[in-house]
């Protein structure tokens, strides 16, 4: 837990916030919970100004330097690529800005809080490992245009490989960050694979995409879907039992925490280069979707 | 024939299936001017676009003469550029210029001057290219975009264009096509200084009192075959017709018809001003006339076709069909008060080169059909009517028009009007680049169309034709009427007097 | 010499097709799972939203114009759509909004391109532009779910063996190829994108043509983002993204010129068939993602470089 | 009449200004960071590589063809100078790998578009498609590092107080005035989007110019990977993408036509300076994201409408 000084005044506080990519839940939880903490603090909206990067380095870059322009106080980034932003956060930290990264960190950050993607896809290839019990046919819907996605995909192959060397992948496409790609992916495969026994997806798009694929072939009752984060979508599929097993990050908890960083640095609190604050990630399955329906719900986020 | 220095032999060339040329030869000399002549689509323009390296022969042999030992060597014309090399430059049907550049760029296009390298020598550029406007007698800026020039000052560009080359051989497409008698005058001036230093200059028209009035040899060509070549002075008019369309054409004179209805007003216009600063202009139209409209360039009669047929707005003065006042602000308005118009410039406004002839003869008509749902009978029997009326040279009607000779382009554009059987039809140039045979053919369905109860104004600055199928003669000038003759006292003198501002006759 | 031209004509068209079908040839012998009847299928069902816009694109592109705004309404009509679907559970309602906005877009590229004198391009770089942030907008980048299967339906459903967007592709087809060649307003979108100066004199009202295309161009869309939507299972503010693209390469795949006045529905059908079944084949075979890329640029490059020497062949 | 269309060229091509500079003074009035020598440095900066490649997308343009490879081609470049640098520690060999690679790609691009006689959209859609392949499959997905400090300096280096691409971009903008005015190429490039047949019955290589167009563009979108990879200080498979549209955009919007033909490359610079001004002041005066799209799309409208209005007026 972050300690904070409540005592200071931070109504003058200016928070830039950049993120990578393009609005989806996961962001939209994890900017629910900056307002949230800056509500905590009786500040608002206007002490805030949220960027987002389309997915575009080039964008995010001159963003972060149009943040420094407007003289934030410190900087919530979620970057789109960790190498690719460095001489934009060394530009703000040599203007004294403290950079705080989200989910993904870079060099010259002042704290980093994150939930490790690799873990996320070690602990999809764990469960699946188990579930099959070390052998079999499975196919993947995966990526790496993105970091996040990346170090998921490695976190997944290196886990099979080494723990599972008779689970079969049979198929793997990298499809999984736009959802109809994935979707076409998807229903291929199943044409040239129906008899795997996992269908491995890696996000939201990709998880999703594999379930409407299974579904529509049929193939519900014979094959394990995975997906990645605690979305509506993703949370009423496992419910439903449409999809075997989640992994929970929780970005609502990462946005929180990032503020709270931020208030101590404006208050002139060190914070230690490069410390990292991770945020927990859990299996979520049919047993335990309950718990995380209720838990996004009192963050406000709509499930039900 | 020391002087020959040009020969063709056994030329051929197809298109997509169709015969442009077969086993042609030709022979042009030094110090002569040389016409071709032949019916749309004989493959004059084909045969000279093979000598300057635009299209390659299928069979035959080029010979041209090298100027150092005198012999005909056979050269095998791989490009333009080296047809103009070669000192062969061809002044084409169609007009070949930028309209996104100036004047002087146009004309030295490819031959730009530099300073060192590659720096574009711009004054040295507009001063060359001055010289070259001086010859025509054009008085335009070099350095003025080509985009602000008449169709007849652009004609003027070309040709000063291919003078700059300074070739030995000179092919003139139908020059004068788009050019008054004044510039005309100055184009023959041109040609005679060319021939008298020793060049030689293949002159293509339909028009016989040019070809007689400057042409040495004349050489003839039907369907793509070689017919004849004769001295110009050694044969006729009536000689030339002959060997062109295999026939004679009989020819009475224009008494004017007797059928105009002067009690029916189709057509008139009231204090219309054509420019800003001329006076009001009036006129009417019977039922069953043609009324020639003629005039000079720059006389206004593109205008006021322009401003009856919705295109410009009307300023001034009214226009009334059938004694009902009409506001027509679109040619869809004019098409639906039964007004047609062939227009001057046929691959600009006349056209959609890229579609087929078909449906070029159907664009205007199809608003007229009952069923939105096309009835290909029912079009083929329309345009099956006027491609034989008008014999249209073409492998078929599916074929896209820009394919067709230059002619047979401008008999699509009058079928497609007289398809769409309009009350008042303006053809502006009607005949431009048409064959005498076909021209008497159309002058033929104009007579007729007047006979059934239509009414045609006809733009021309040909006198002849205005003489030919006139029944009363409108003179404009600088956009007003200056005359109005009816066909028995009209004459070459009175017209040209009114043309040039005379005493107006009103 | 009428029939020769037929045949060229057909010998052109056909090239393409031979081209689909040596592929089809390849990917049966290279994968036992190509050629079923599910596979097809697929096949259709992953063409047929394209399939559906690139007929409106096709139109879009003869008239010498450009559509980029597609994807963004894609979109925001599915958007529209599930919105309204979820909040009122009424399917044609949902429908009905997604038609209409998507006329509505059509209509307001149109005017401003036909009236306001700007290059479709322009025009529909705006709309694109305006769309995609409405519709991140409107979601707050929120998913919309919907509950009412029978609207999953549209993308998901089947009639017989055949899923019902092949069904729709099927009817847009017919209605694309019957406007292009039997109506004539389809001899009009030819004439306006050959010569639009030469069209108003014949008397053809330039711009209604051209606004009518756009707006039957965004009806187009917008039934194809309803098959996108519904076959996803939610609206996503990210949906379409590059879609124009998919489309306007299918037209000139399927050798539409992008100088207007000439192309074909047909020709844009076996584009889109050509690109849909080598993404198929190539994942069935088990190439590489990026590898597929690769290969599929180079033979878009190989096709319609084939395709062109063999028009001018003839 | 030569008088009188000189001032109208001039009062075209200064409405855009204008508006660029109504659209300073309000940043200026609602922000008081806008008018800083830093934030203008800023906004020169982010303009700097749009407008580099854009000089040569003008050209592209004029002559009547396209580049959609553009963006692909600034990733791909970046990645080879990236991997070459981190390999060999070699700067300058770093450069010449991207500006050679840059070059052959605009090569190939020409070569398919010039002599296979391919639309330059297909010839470069397949581009774009194959280039984005290979920087994944040769990254893997992964960033390039390097540790060289200079080879940095292109994106990020000052001289005095001017970073450094906006001097390069500046050299670049000098270089294509003088091509498209003051050399003879320069009129070469007019006439053949002009209209292409009569420039060749004036002898010029129609293939020749096309080819050597594209080349110009390869090397300058090579020059602008360069500038892009060095100021993200990684090689990124996916930088650059949508990048060509920026470029399309601005040229678009400084005036050229894409019928070809027409079209300066100071109205680029324009546009381009437009775009990234507009994008700057409301990300200053802290308008939401996706508001900024919207308002975006409708300025460029409005822009564009406006000097389309007031060219036509004249
Ligand atoms: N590019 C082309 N494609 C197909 N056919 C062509 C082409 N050019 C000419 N032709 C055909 O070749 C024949 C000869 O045409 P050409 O233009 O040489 O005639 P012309 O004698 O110049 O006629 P005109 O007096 O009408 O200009 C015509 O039948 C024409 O349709
Ligand atoms: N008094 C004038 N005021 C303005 N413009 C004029 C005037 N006289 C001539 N012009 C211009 O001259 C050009 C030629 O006019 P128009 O085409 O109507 O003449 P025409 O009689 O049809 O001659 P042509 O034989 O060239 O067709 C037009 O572009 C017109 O703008
Ligand atoms: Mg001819
Ligand atoms: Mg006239």
Not at chain 2, 23 to 38: C, D, I, S, Y
Not at chain 2, 367 to 382: D, M, N, T, V, Y
Request: proline share 2%.
């Amino acid at each position: 837990e972050i300690e904070v000084d409540t005592s200071k005044d931070y109504a003058d506080i200016n928070i830039g916030v950049s993120f990578g990519q393009n609005e989806h839940p996961y962001f939209v939880a994890m900017e629910k919970g900056i307002l949230a903490a800056l509500e905590n603090y009786g500040l608002s909206e206007s002490n805030y100004n949220l960027l987002v990067a389309d997915s575009s380095l080039e964008t995010q870059v001159s963003q972060i330097e149009n943040l420094i322009t407007m003289g934030c106080d410190a900087i919530l980034l979620n970057p789109y690529d960790s190498a690719g932003v460095v001489n934009a956060v060394n530009e703000a930290v040599s203007a004294d800005i403290p950079v705080i990264t989200m989910d993904i960190d870079c060099e010259g950050s002042a704290a980093f809080i994150a939930s490790d993607n690799y873990e996320i896809g070690s602990m999809l290839a764990s469960y699946i490992g188990d579930a099959l019990e070390g052998k079999g046919a499975i196919a993947i819907i995966d990526g790496i245009s993105v970091t996040s996605l990346q170090d998921r995909t490695n976190g997944f192959n290196d886990t099979m490989a080494e723990k599972y060397p008779d689970i079969e992948i049979v198929a793997e496409e990298y499809t999984a960050q736009e959802r109809d790609e994935a979707l076409a992916s998807a229903e291929t495969i199943l044409q040239a694979h129906p008899d795997i026994a996992a269908f491995v997806g890696v996000n939201e798009n990709s998880g999703m995409a594999i379930k409407a694929a299974v579904a529509a072939a049929g193939l519900s009752d014979s094959i394990l879907v995975t997906t990645v984060d605690a979305t509506q979508e993703n949370l009423l599929a496992i419910k439903n039992g449409e999809v075997a097993v989640g992994v929970a990050q929780n970005p609502y908890l990462m946005g929180w925490q990032a503020v709270e960083l931020a208030m101590n640095a404006y208050a002139g609190q060190e914070i230690a280069t490069d410390e990292l604050y991770t945020t927990e990630i859990d299996y979520m399955n049919t047993d335990n979707v309950q718990e995380f329906i209720d838990r996004e719900e009192g963050y406000g986020i709509e499930i039900e | 024939m020391a002087d020959v220095i040009v020969k063709m032999e056994g030329i051929s060339k197809t298109f997509g299936g169709i015969k442009a040329l077969n086993n042609v030869h030709l022979e042009l000399q030094a110090g002569e001017v040389h016409a071709l002549m032949g019916e749309n689509g004989a493959g004059k323009s084909t045969l000279m676009k093979i000598l300057t390296g635009v299209y390659s022969k299928e069979a035959g042999h080029v010979y041209l003469r090298n100027e150092e030992t005198g012999s005909l060597d056979e050269v095998e014309m791989k490009s333009v550029l080296m047809g103009l090399q070669n000192g062969l430059c061809m002044v084409f049907q169609e007009l070949n210029l930028l309209d996104n550049m100036t004047v002087a760029e146009n004309i030295y296009l490819g031959r730009e001057p530099i300073d060192g390298p590659y720096m574009l020598n711009r004054k040295e550029l507009n001063d060359r290219a001055r010289e070259q406007l001086k010859k025509v007698k054009l008085n335009v800026d070099p350095n003025m975009p080509l985009s602000g020039l008449s169709p007849a000052e652009k004609q003027c560009v070309e040709i000063a264009k291919a003078l700059s080359f300074d070739s030995r051989v000179i092919i003139f497409d139908e020059p004068t096509s788009s050019l008054s008698a004044s510039e005309t005058k100055t184009l023959f001036s041109i040609i005679n200084e060319l021939k008298s230093q020793g060049r030689c200059i293949v002159y293509i028209s339909h028009r016989m009192e040019e070809v007689f009035e400057i042409c040495d040899r004349i050489t003839v060509f039907r369907n793509g075959e070689y017919v004849d070549t004769k001295k110009a002075k050694e044969t006729n008019e009536a000689g030339l017709i002959k060997l062109m369309i295999g026939r004679d054409l009989e020819g009475e004179p224009n008494q004017g018809s007797e059928f105009v209805n002067r009690n029916n007003v189709v057509l008139e216009v009231k204090n219309v001003k054509i420019f800003p600063d001329s006076k009001p202009v009036s006129l009417k139209l019977y039922e069953k006339e043609i009324l020639g409209m003629f005039g000079l360039v720059g006389a206004g009669r593109t205008e006021l076709s322009r401003i009856i047929f919705g295109i410009d707005g009307i300023s001034e003065g009214e226009i009334y069909i059938k004694g009902k006042k009409v506001d027509i602000k679109s040619p869809k308005d004019a098409i639906d008060a039964g007004i047609g118009l062939v227009p001057e410039d046929r691959k600009g406004l006349g056209l959609v080169l890229g579609m087929s002839i078909k449906d070029n003869m159907l664009i205007s008509k199809l608003r007229q059909l009952k069923s939105a749902f096309l009835k290909k009978e029912e079009l083929k029997s329309i345009t099956g009517t006027y491609t034989s009326d008008l014999s249209i040279k073409m492998g078929n009607e599916n074929q896209e028009v820009k394919e067709l000779s230059g002619g047979n382009q401008q008999k699509v554009v009058i079928a497609k009007w007289l398809a769409m059987e309009p009350d008042i039809l303006i053809m502006d140039e009607p005949t431009r680049g048409i064959d005498v045979g076909a021209k008497s053919e159309i002058y033929d369905i104009m007579k007729k169309l007047a006979g059934q109860g239509k009414s045609i104004i006809m733009i021309s600055s040909e006198m002849e034709e205005i003489q030919k199928v006139s029944d009363r003669v409108m003179v404009l000038h600088a956009g007003s009427v200056t005359g109005e003759l009816d066909i028995k006292e009209a004459n070459k003198n009175n017209i040209m007097q009114a043309a040039f501002g005379g005493v107006g006759n009103e | 010499m009428n029939r020769e031209k037929v045949k060229i004509g057909a010998l052109r068209e056909l090239l393409l097709v031979i081209i689909l079908i040596v592929m089809c040839i390849v990917w049966t012998i290279m994968n036992k799972n190509f050629a079923t009847v599910n596979n097809v299928m697929n096949i259709l069902r992953v063409a047929s939203y394209t399939a559906i816009a690139s007929v409106g694109m096709t139109m879009i592109i003869i008239i010498g114009e450009i559509d980029l705004s597609a994807g963004s309404l894609v979109c925001v009509s599915g958007l529209s759509a599930a919105l309204i679907v979820k909040g009122t559970n009424n399917i044609v309602l949902g429908i009905i909004a997604a038609l209409v906005i998507g006329a509505l877009v059509g209509l307001f590229n149109g005017v401003v391109c036909a009236i306001g004198k700007l290059p479709g391009f322009i025009a529909t770089l705006a709309s694109m532009t305006i769309l995609r942030g409405i519709a991140y907008i409107i979601t707050g980048g929120n998913s919309v779910v919907w509950t009412n299967q029978m609207f999953s339906k549209i993308g998901t459903g089947y009639v017989g063996p055949i899923p019902v967007p092949v069904l729709i592709m099927i009817v847009v087809v017919i209605f694309g190829v019957i406007l292009t060649t039997k109506i004539r307003f389809g001899r009009y979108i030819y004439a306006v994108g050959g010569n639009s100066n030469a069209s108003r004199w014949s008397g053809i009202s330039v711009e209604k043509v051209k606004i009518i295309v756009y707006v039957i161009m965004g009806v187009l869309t917008s039934i194809a983002g309803l098959i996108i939507t519904t076959r996803l299972g939610s609206g996503q503010p990210s949906a379409g993204t590059g879609f124009e693209m998919d489309c306007i390469t299918a037209v000139v795949v399927g050798g539409t010129s992008m100088a207007g006045g000439k192309g074909k529905v047909m020709g844009t059908i076996v584009g889109v068939l050509l690109i849909a079944t080598l993404t198929n084949g190539m994942t069935l075979v088990g190439i590489d993602t990026y590898w597929q890329q690769v290969i599929k640029g180079a033979i878009i490059v190989v096709a319609v470089l084939i395709d062109s020497k063999g028009k001018s062949a003839n």
